[in-house]
């Protein structure tokens, strides 16, 4: 079961991350604007996360071409 987190602007969602707390990775993660899209909303969403879970997050193993491309640049 996931637990769903959302990041929002005064009046819209843009991202929102599903979290598989039992295996502490995330399962999905959307930035819903492509002009909302390379600015940080994901690295701070994952900060967050972690923050809350007081755990490194791990990556899911199916990853997205855009989803491989983040977790390199997390380390």
């Not at 969403?45 to 899911?60: T, V, W």
Request: hydrophobic share 35%; glycine share 6%; proline share 4%.
């Amino acid at each position: 079961m996931a637990t769903f987190y959302d990041a929002h602007t005064r009046d819209e969602t843009v991202a929102r991350a599903a979290v598989e707390v039992f295996r502490c990775c995330i399962s999905d993660v959307l930035v819903y604007k492509d002009s909302n899209r390379r600015k940080g909303i994901a690295t701070a969403l994952y900060k967050l996360i972690e923050g809350e879970l007081g755990r490194p997050l791990r990556p899911s193993r199916i990853r997205s071409k855009s989803g491989r491309a983040f977790w390199p640049s997390r380390r």
